[in-house]
């Protein structure tokens, strides 16, 4: 069974900057891709960022620009670089792992909370 492990995060003013990563217990080049969503209390489950196999990255609207997603393949890990951090990014954010032909494996998830 595929394992994600994220860690990283945690409780950061406004302004600050984390870094999350997300550990798998297989190689990451047997997935479609890879990548994190977010859940805030209130609102809707929202995409956060997404990298390819191919290492094509997509970005939600509201963190592009900010946030820097990237893969190390020899360590199976995917990470995100969250900068210019803002109360609007707290929630628990959860990795993601498509693997071929089809379906998704899901992390516990990670809180990352933003102090104003």
């Known amino acids: 069974q595929v394992q994600l492990a994220e860690s990283g995060g945690g409780l950061v003013q406004a302004g600050g900057s984390l870094r999350l990563s997300c550990r798998v217990s297989?190689?990451?080049?047997?997935?479609?891709?890879m990548g994190w969503w977010r859940q805030a209390k209130g609102k809707e489950r929202e995409l956060v960022a997404d990298?390819?196999?191919?290492?094509?990255?997509d970005y939600g609207d509201s963190v592009k620009g900010r946030f820097i997603i990237s893969r190390d393949n020899d360590q199976n890990t995917v990470y995100l670089q969250m900068n210019g951090l803002t109360t609007e990014d707290t929630g628990v954010y959860y990795c993601?792992?498509?693997?071929?032909?089809?379906?998704?494996?899901w992390g516990q998830g990670t809180q990352v909370t933003v102090s104003s």
């Open positions: 990298i390819t196999s191919d290492d094509i990255k």
């Open positions: 297989r190689n990451i080049l047997s997935f479609i891709s």
């Open positions: 993601y792992a498509d693997p071929r032909p089809r379906g998704r494996h």
